[in-house]
């Protein structure tokens, strides 16, 4: 035996009675009062369908809705609708739940439906009418069934036609590069914004102080540096090309000659602040130059950098050769050490030595050396005076010297004394 009930214009439930339900105009009254039509209705015991402006549904029983859980994403998804069997109102909702427990506590969220649950929560009957598969589906299936005819019947719950939600959410990553791509092509908009934000940085906010000071206490230096570490070498290992390029831009920018002012202003406040933690860094930096393994390390780059770049080696090796040519080849200017007379010129110091050679006053070249700290001025080895002479006579640069001979005379008179 089966039985339609209408509900108002729109809505009609066709409903199965087994003899158990046939009963309740006797037994089951007394238990659930005058309307106990609508309590069993509640408890699901018969098959029901629901018609929504001529559309039939199958209405869901407990089980059905349990085993309708999809099986990708572990999600309940349903549309549903609540009556209200006094007044005849009703809602049409849909529902994306990933647990039961949520299923079940969510009754609808329309802003006209929920005061009226509010108060009347003991005379509204929710009945799930399909499921679906994808939060898509629901949209889709609820827009068909909430359309703006059914929104004009005054018993409607609904504010808003159905398949107003959004199915795909964007991810943070997607929402932010859109929010930096629109900053990009409006810069005008930001420009005050982001002096602002640059200002509040190099200052320090409070915040960000208070971070720093929480990154200071949990993590020591050591292991920042070693976490900075294994960051980069990740980024490397993953990303070689774009590492590179950083470390190209890197490179180029500490080399420009605006960093270059900034570090050594802040070199130059930071040393007369610490003048002695300065004196100990330079020690530190010399040794560390100096040492034997710094020289192995340079030397073994420098091997390794002349294989790599050949031609930049040679042509390295043939500005150092012209630079030593030019030093080398000043004129030089023997003079007498009695009276300091220009005994003869020589074109370089290599002619010079060549002379001293054949003369058998020196027994090869590198007398070119002695020359040279004799025009130099170069310490004694005795660590007293300056290098006054060589192989028995004075030696001048042609540039430094007069025309006349007095003022050599002069010049090795002095140093005589």
């Given at each position: 035996?089966?039985?339609?009930?209408?509900?108002?214009?729109?809505?009609r439930?066709?409903?199965?009675?087994?003899?158990f339900?046939l009963?309740?105009?006797?037994?089951?009254t007394s238990?659930?009062g005058?309307?106990s039509?609508?309590h069993?209705?509640r408890m699901?015991?018969?098959?029901?369908?629901?018609?929504i402006?001529?559309?039939?549904f199958?209405?869901l029983?407990?089980?059905?809705l349990?085993?309708?859980r999809?099986?990708s994403?572990?999600?309940?998804?349903?549309?549903?609708?609540q009556?209200?069997?006094?007044?005849?109102?009703?809602?049409?909702?849909?529902?994306?739940?990933?647990?039961?427990?949520?299923?079940?506590?969510?009754q609808?969220s329309?802003?006209?439906?929920?005061?009226?649950?509010?108060?009347?929560?003991?005379?509204?009957?929710?009945?799930?009418?399909?499921?679906?598969?994808?939060?898509?589906?629901?949209?889709?299936?609820?827009?068909?069934i909430?359309?703006?005819?059914?929104?004009?019947?005054?018993?409607c719950l609904?504010?808003?036609?159905?398949?107003a939600?959004?199915?795909?959410?964007?991810?943070l990553?997607?929402t932010?590069e859109?929010?930096?791509?629109?900053m990009?092509?409006h810069?005008?908009?930001f420009k005050?914004?982001?002096?602002?934000?640059?200002?509040?940085?190099?200052?320090?906010?409070?915040?960000?102080r208070?971070r720093?000071?929480?990154?200071?206490?949990?993590?020591?230096?050591e292991?920042?540096?070693?976490?900075?570490?294994?960051?980069?070498?990740?980024?490397?290992?993953?990303?070689?090309?774009a590492?590179?390029?950083?470390?190209?831009?890197?490179r180029?920018?500490?080399?420009?000659a605006?960093?270059?002012?900034?570090r050594?202003a802040?070199?130059?406040?930071?040393?007369?602040?610490?003048?002695?933690?300065?004196?100990?860094?330079?020690?530190?930096?010399?040794?560390?130059?100096?040492?034997?393994?710094?020289?192995e390390?340079?030397?073994?780059?420098?091997k390794n950098?002349?294989?790599?770049n050949?031609?930049?080696?040679?042509?390295?090796?043939?500005?150092?050769?012209?630079?030593?040519?030019v030093?080398?080849?000043k004129?030089?200017c023997?003079?007498?050490?009695?009276?300091g007379?220009?005994?003869k010129?020589?074109p370089?110091q290599?002619d010079?030595?060549r002379?001293?050679v054949?003369n058998?006053k020196?027994k090869?070249?590198?007398c070119?050396?002695?020359?040279?700290a004799?025009?130099?001025?170069?310490?004694?080895?005795t660590?007293?005076?300056?290098?006054?002479?060589?192989?028995?006579?004075?030696?001048?640069?042609?540039?430094?010297?007069d025309?006349?001979?007095?003022?050599c005379?002069?010049f090795?008179?002095?140093t005589k004394?």
């Amino acid at each position: 035996m089966s039985i339609e009930i209408p509900i108002g214009e729109n809505i009609r439930i066709w409903k199965e009675f087994n003899p158990f339900e046939l009963s309740a105009e006797d037994g089951f009254t007394s238990f659930f009062g005058h309307d106990s039509k609508r309590h069993l209705a509640r408890m699901g015991f018969n098959r029901e369908r629901i018609s929504i402006k001529g559309r039939w549904f199958d209405v869901l029983t407990m089980s059905e809705l349990v085993r309708m859980r999809n099986s990708s994403d572990g999600y309940y998804r349903a549309i549903y609708i609540q009556i209200n069997w006094e007044s005849g109102e009703y809602y049409i909702g849909k529902v994306n739940r990933p647990k039961w427990s949520e299923l079940i506590r969510y009754q609808g969220s329309g802003l006209k439906f929920v005061n009226k649950f509010k108060n009347n929560e003991d005379k509204f009957a929710r009945y799930y009418i399909a499921k679906c598969e994808t939060a898509e589906n629901t949209e889709q299936l609820e827009a068909s069934i909430v359309t703006n005819e059914l929104l004009s019947d005054e018993k409607c719950l609904n504010l808003v036609s159905g398949g107003a939600g959004t199915t795909k959410h964007p991810a943070l990553a997607e929402t932010s590069e859109k929010k930096r791509e629109y900053m990009r092509n409006h810069p005008e908009q930001f420009k005050d914004m982001l002096e602002a934000s640059k200002k509040a940085f190099r200052k320090g906010t409070p915040a960000l102080r208070e971070r720093n000071k929480r990154i200071q206490e949990v993590m020591s230096a050591e292991s920042y540096r070693e976490m900075s570490k294994v960051r980069m070498e990740k980024w490397r290992a993953e990303k070689p090309l774009a590492y590179e390029e950083a470390r190209r831009k890197i490179r180029k920018s500490i080399k420009s000659a605006e960093v270059q002012e900034k570090r050594m202003a802040s070199l130059k406040k930071w040393a007369e602040e610490n003048p002695e933690k300065h004196i100990q860094w330079q020690e530190k930096l010399l040794a560390s130059r100096t040492s034997k393994e710094a020289k192995e390390k340079r030397k073994a780059s420098l091997k390794n950098w002349r294989g790599s770049n050949p031609e930049l080696a040679k042509a390295n090796a043939n500005k150092r050769a012209k630079a030593a040519a030019v030093k080398l080849s000043k004129q030089i200017c023997m003079l007498d050490l009695s009276t300091g007379a220009v005994l003869k010129t020589f074109p370089s110091q290599r002619d010079a030595a060549r002379w001293l050679v054949e003369n058998g006053k020196a027994k090869n070249t590198n007398c070119a050396s002695s020359i040279s700290a004799v025009c130099l001025g170069k310490p004694c080895t005795t660590g007293y005076g300056f290098r006054k002479k060589a192989f028995g006579y004075g030696w001048r640069f042609s540039n430094e010297t007069d025309s006349t001979n007095q003022t050599c005379f002069e010049f090795l008179w002095r140093t005589k004394e």
